[in-house]
């Protein structure tokens, strides 16, 4: 059997993890990481949406050729890519791009029939109604985790990692803002590196 894929969940909001779903963005060639139909299965389980019942109902109720299955995963793609390019202009204090948020709010309407407001122990929440062992079920989870982001403001506080072949997205909570990376024991670090080698070298030419 086949190790389920490991995500790094380093953007501090779960929207941001599922856009950085693509790994080295920077680079020529990135890396996809939902690959296939059982990547968004172990992306579930590992943020928690899904249980490990659910996830082994939907492995095996549904394989990765399947013609719903694979329909769902380009849907996933696509939220996820509008997702990414929405907060990293927003980010770059640019106006909010048409296209990303005519994809949002085209997949809000989509899975708004299957979510209901219910009274929670202090507000009221949105919940989900549908079948719980869902993958639409992840697509509103990372959906209401990005419309929080929005209508709270909170987005204003979104960097980009500095590493020009990372450019993973990442919620600055920091006092002062002044995060740079999405992670400094790796990005942060092989900046200091590349920065140590060029004093280096300089000192040595």
Same mark, same amino acid.
Not at 183 to 189: A, E, H, I, L, P
């Given at each position: ?40 299965? /172990? ?9 490990? /019942? ?16 694979? /329909?769902?995963?380009?849907?996933? $793609? ?9 907060? /990293? ?8 791009? $048409? ?14 029939? !299957? ?10 929440? #949105? ?12 697509? #509103?989870?990372?959906? !209401? ?11 204003? !506080? ?9 450019? #993973? ?5 920091? $006092?002062?803002?002044?995060?740079? #990376? ?17 004093? !280096? ?5």
């Amino acid at each position: 059997m086949i190790p389920a894929r490991q995500f790094q969940l380093k953007g501090g909001a779960l929207c941001l993890d599922f856009a950085n779903t693509i790994d080295d963005r920077g680079r020529p060639d990135p890396v996809e990481l939902l690959g296939d139909y059982d990547d968004l299965i /172990a992306f579930g389980r590992q943020t928690g949406i899904l249980t490990a /019942a659910n996830a082994h109902q939907l492995a095996g109720s549904a394989g990765s050729g399947n013609i719903e299955t694979r /329909a769902l995963l380009a849907r996933a $793609r696509t939220l996820r890519d509008a997702l990414y390019q929405l907060f /990293a202009t927003l980010a770059a204090g640019k106006a909010a791009p $048409r296209d990303a948020l005519g994809v949002i709010q085209r997949e809000f309407a989509r899975l708004a029939p !299957h979510v209901g407001l219910t009274t929670g122990a202090t507000r009221f929440i #949105w919940q989900w109604s549908g079948p719980p062992a869902s993958l639409e079920r992840l697509l #509103w989870a990372v959906l !209401h985790s990005a419309l929080d982001l929005l209508t709270s403001g909170a987005y204003r !506080h979104i960097s980009v990692c500095e590493s020009r072949t990372c450019r #993973w997205l990442f919620l600055d909570t920091t $006092r002062n803002h002044s995060r740079r #990376w999405c992670d400094m024991t790796v990005c942060g670090n092989r900046a200091k590196a590349r920065r140590y080698y060029k004093r !280096h070298r300089r000192n040595s030419g």
